[in-house]
């Protein structure tokens, strides 16, 4: 098995898998089971900092970020797409498909999204339903700040729907106090659980706006509101992934119980930052670095390939590289959830220069 250090899926413990393991009833008909669900929505909303309701949704991180635009937009729906990242620009796909019209507000990619030149854009442009934010666009390792970004939407009646998959659990995440209306998670990356859920928290300014809509959200599977009145019903929409819950319980506890599991990702981001610089390496983006994913250029002499196939057949390390237009130009580490620790990201580096020193010898001979 490789040392996976990729920004998601990430390594999960032992424990976790072991809850995944455990027997369970159908959770159809189980009303143990549904008490069990609604108190892990309960927990990952306390671990987020919210009173808002969170739903554990069966599917990769990506189906949160649809359900969200799938069950807010009406056709003719005005929505404002933040993009300095191929996530953020990727909104702007859902926004068309369930009829809405996108407003794509690009700004340079080296950068997290400029607040107060945005704030400038909003005084005249400002007639959106909601707008979509990347809290961290994974393939580039970029971080924008949610904790203004939103509060800024919000003052002009804006809904904010976040993507924080690849944040969530590594970063600073305070849904009420950034009024986030919709903030969607994946269990594979920080939290450290197989993938396969979503998580989605959803403020009640979101619910109304689904509730008002004019017609229905055009879709089943991706649509927020088959979840109206579970608990009081004891009746999920679908049949519920019991052992993948089980396994997010766990993960999600042992969050709880790692007070300092912030200060942890953020010192060995910086660790991660300043060795690679010190090897040569030039990092991107150029600011707005993230404390779950480090991403730097591949150096002249090399190719991403070269360097990822070497990283996992001479040293059984997986890192990845990226896609997009940053297809072969950038390196991935990932060091969020159970990857943010020192003596697996030590591993990391001491392979890299390795690397890079025994080809630059082979040059020099």
Request: hydrophobic share 40%; proline share 4%; charged share 25%.
């Amino acid at each position: 098995m490789y040392k996976m250090m990729t920004p998601g899926p990430t390594q999960v413990r032992e424990n976790v898998r072991m809850a995944r393991s455990l027997e369970f009833q159908n959770s159809d008909f189980d009303a143990d089971f549904c008490e069990y669900y609604k108190e892990t929505c309960i927990l990952a909303s306390e671990l987020l900092h919210t009173e808002n309701e969170t739903l554990i949704l069966d599917g990769e991180g990506i189906l949160g970020l649809e359900a969200a635009c799938a069950s807010l937009t009406e056709p003719g729906d005005k929505v404002l797409v933040l993009d300095n990242g191929l996530y953020g620009e990727s909104f702007q796909d859902f926004v068309r498909m369930y009829g809405g019209e996108p407003t794509v507000y690009t700004t340079d990619y080296r950068h997290p999204v400029p607040v107060g030149v945005l704030a400038e854009y909003l005084e005249k442009n400002h007639d959106f339903k909601y707008a979509t934010v990347v809290h961290c666009d994974t393939p580039s390792a970029m971080l924008n700040d949610i904790s203004k970004i939103c509060p800024l939407l919000k003052s002009y009646g804006i809904l904010t729907v976040v993507d924080s998959v690849a944040a969530m659990f590594g970063e600073e995440v305070r849904v009420d106090d950034y009024q986030i209306d919709i903030l969607c998670g994946g269990s594979q990356k920080a939290i450290s659980a197989p993938p396969g859920l979503t998580l989605v928290t959803i403020s009640q300014m979101a619910k109304d706006a689904m509730t008002a809509r004019r017609t229905p959200i055009a879709s089943f599977y991706a649509n927020l509101k088959v979840f109206e009145h579970y608990y009081e019903e004891k009746w999920f929409p679908y049949t519920m992934p019991a052992s993948d819950i089980y396994g997010l319980r766990q993960a999600l506890e042992n969050i709880k119980a790692d007070s300092g599991h912030l200060l942890r990702h953020a010192k060995v981001a910086e660790k991660t930052r300043t060795a690679l610089k010190e090897m040569g390496l030039e990092l991107y983006p150029e600011s707005g670095y993230s404390n779950t994913v480090t991403a730097f250029q591949v150096p002249e002499g090399f190719t991403a390939a070269e360097i990822l196939e070497r990283m996992r057949n001479e040293y059984n390390i997986l890192l990845a590289g990226s896609f997009g237009c940053f297809g072969g130009k950038l390196i991935r580490i990932g060091h969020m959830g159970e990857n943010a620790n020192e003596k697996d990201v030590d591993a990391v580096l001491e392979a890299l220069r390795e690397i890079l020193t025994k080809t630059s010898n082979q040059f020099s001979d």
